[in-house]
């Protein structure tokens, strides 16, 4: 598998609400450039559409507060390798639900964290959802 390397560093902060305050701050900078559902232009997908809110629901579905904080310092260097990507993913079936495909990108931060993004593919409306980004060690 090949790894995109980001320019985009990973989130600072240890605090809960410091870390959201930066990555949310980087999704309504998206969400203000739509009228709709916020969503991004992928380069592998052939600039199809990925929408983010999904990556918020499942977040939030996490209970421990620490892994919410290390997910949310991904999020910045994720949209930017879902934006610019044009390496292959590992895609694999959903094997809960078949009409779905899970695409998992790797990519590397600007200050070299190895981390994955993960993509939820609908088969059937052709839809695509950034579901979660998380270092390697998971």
Known sequence: MQVYKTKTKLL????????RQKAFGVYENIHKKTKRRPHIRSAYFNKDKIFLETFWAHLFQKENWRDRVRRMKYFPAAV???????????????????????????????????????????????????MSAFPETE
């Open 80 to 130: 930017e390798l879902l934006k610019n990507t044009r390496f292959h993913p590992i895609s694999k079936e959903n094997p809960n639900k078949r009409s779905e495909i899970l695409h998992r990108f790797a990519g590397v931060t600007g200050d070299d964290h190895l981390f994955y993004v993960q993509v939820k593919e609908d088969k059937r409306k052709n839809q695509k959802w950034l």
């Open 12 to 19: 600072t902060g240890s605090d809960f609400h410091e870390v």
